[in-house]
């Protein structure tokens, strides 16, 4: 099996829930995918382990498709694909990370949107509340 690389290059901050993404998105391109977060170069490396014609149709969607779960309108760029010669990544590890980064995500997000519905939650009683109040003034 080949081994490639690329970089993703993001116009803005990291993208945020990019490399869960891309780890899902080879199982349908048959590869073995790593990913790491360069944040000092607003990048992320994207390692990519199978056939040639495998590896080259997974770069062109990522190239062609905005893959990113966030979309800012600011767009992302790749560099071309190139022989990957340091050691090979752990995959086993790298996909029960992705597996987990999508967990936490998931519960994240879940939290904040358990936050926001106990604030709305409050503002909706006192909101009945007064609506109580002012129907006791007027009946009594």
């Given at each position: ?24 998105l080879g199982y349908i391109y048959?590869l073995k995918v790593a990913t ?18 495998n590896i080259k149709r997974f ?82």
């Open positions: 099996m080949l081994i490639k690389k690329f970089y993703i290059k993001g116009n803005g901050r990291v993208i945020n829930g990019l490399r869960p993404f891309l780890v899902r048959e790491r977060s360069l944040f000092e170069k607003n990048e992320v490396e994207v390692i990519v382990e199978g056939s040639e014609d770069w062109e969607h990522v190239k062609k498709e905005d893959v990113r779960l966030v979309k800012n309108g600011k767009g992302h760029t790749l560099t071309e694909l190139e022989p990957y010669k340091e050691t090979e990544p752990d995959w086993s590890y790298q996909e029960s990370a992705s597996f987990m980064e999508l967990i936490y995500k998931g519960v994240e997000v879940l939290d904040r949107i358990k936050k926001k519905l106990d604030v709305l939650d409050d503002e909706l009683r006192k909101i009945s509340e007064k609506y109580r109040e002012s129907k006791k003034d007027v009946f009594g």
